[in-house]
């Protein structure tokens, strides 16, 4: 859908299409954008890709992440990779500044931005009017201090003890999430679980999805998360323990990296990291995918349709002709 209408220019001049494709994990996303800009190029049109995986931007984190490689990316140039160590902390807010950035400068340059993610918390705060509640950084590391000391699980329960509806939306394991509901609670009073209505902010977006059954998408997480063993994920842990991935708050909760450490730590076996890795990650998948059905505004494929890079392509060229010109 594009979200302007009729309008074909902006208050600078046209506007460059910024196409935003969602999809759960192991929909192949990654492998769809490189392909639509491929097909893009082919008709004169550059396009680039803008990352809105919130762990893909950690140095070393390459297999747990899926990261696509240097040849699966085919030469079209990807943005918000490889940016931060794993010691830094990171927030959606600070993701929303960056790739609204990156967005600008790209267009700028007359070059299609192609957004890709598969959280629709990331997606809605880059592309829809989002604001987020202020920050108190006391508050926080006292939450963060009493998650050290009980647990995600415990802390979980204290939240559903003050806001059952937005302990109902967080994984009790996630204690990021958890610690930051806390402190909007305790800075607000209030935190509402749901997102925003959608309304964008960005213009000229162009909304794809990618759609998985249920049995297809578990299937394709259980391979994923074996490859991802097969290819080396525990040593990759431990080398990145070693450069401080225990002491980075966001990296450290990664799905598959968080269970490794806890394997490393002694505290599971690597058979049940790797079971706690591919369960995780279906329910991740599951809710995900939930919260993208709700918006309206995106056009969905089945993964692995041969023929949605083409009608996705399709799409940009009709809007790129329509507002910038043959």
């Known amino acids: 859908m594009w979200s302007r209408g009729d309008t074909a220019s902006g208050e600078n001049g046209p506007v460059i299409p910024l196409l935003a494709l969602n999809g ?3 929909s192949g996303k990654s492998s769809l954008s490189v392909e639509v800009a491929v ?3 082919s008709h004169g049109i550059p396009a680039e890709v803008v990352n809105a995986d919130s762990m893909l931007v950690y140095e070393g984190m390459d297999i747990g992440t899926a990261k696509p490689t240097p040849r699966e990316r085919q030469g079209v140039p990807h943005h918000l990779i490889d940016i931060w160590p794993v010691t830094r902390s990171a927030t959606v807010a600070d993701f929303q500044g960056l790739a609204r950035d990156v967005i600008a400068e ?3 340059r007359g070059v299609v931005p192609i957004l890709v993610g598969g959280s629709a918390l990331y997606m809605r705060a880059i592309v829809d009017q989002f604001d987020f509640p202020g920050t108190d950084p006391a508050v926080r590391a006292r939450w963060e201090a009493e998650l050290d000391q009980i647990g995600a699980p415990a802390l979980h329960r204290l939240l559903a003890a003050r806001s059952p509806e937005a302990a109902a939306e967080l994984n009790p394991g996630n204690g990021r999430r958890i610690v930051r509901a806390l402190e909007v609670l305790d800075l607000t009073g209030d935190h509402r679980p749901t997102l925003p209505e959608w309304t964008f902010a960005l213009e000229g977006v162009l909304t794809h999805g990618l759609s998985v059954e249920r049995a297809e998408m578990d299937a394709r997480i259980d391979a994923r998360v074996a490859a991802m063993w097969e290819q080396g994920l525990v040593d990759e842990v431990r080398r990145l323990e070693g450069v401080g991935l225990r002491s980075g708050r966001t990296a450290s909760k990664a799905l598959g990296y968080r ?3 806890d394997y490393l730590a002694g505290n599971l076996t690597e058979e049940q990291a790797r079971l706690a ?5 279906r329910r991740f998948a599951r809710k995900q995918l939930g919260w993208f059905r709700r918006d309206h505004r995106i056009t969905w494929h089945e993964a692995g349709d ?3 890079a083409h009608r996705v392509a399709d799409d940009v060229i009709a809007a790129w002709r329509a507002n910038v010109g043959e």
């Open 39 to 41: 097909l893009l190029r």
């Open 306 to 308: 041969p023929g949605a």
């Open 24 to 26: 759960p994990t192991a």
């Open 277 to 281: 890795t591919a369960a995780g990650t």
């Open 259 to 261: 269970q490794v450490l």
């Open 106 to 108: 790209v267009r700028d």
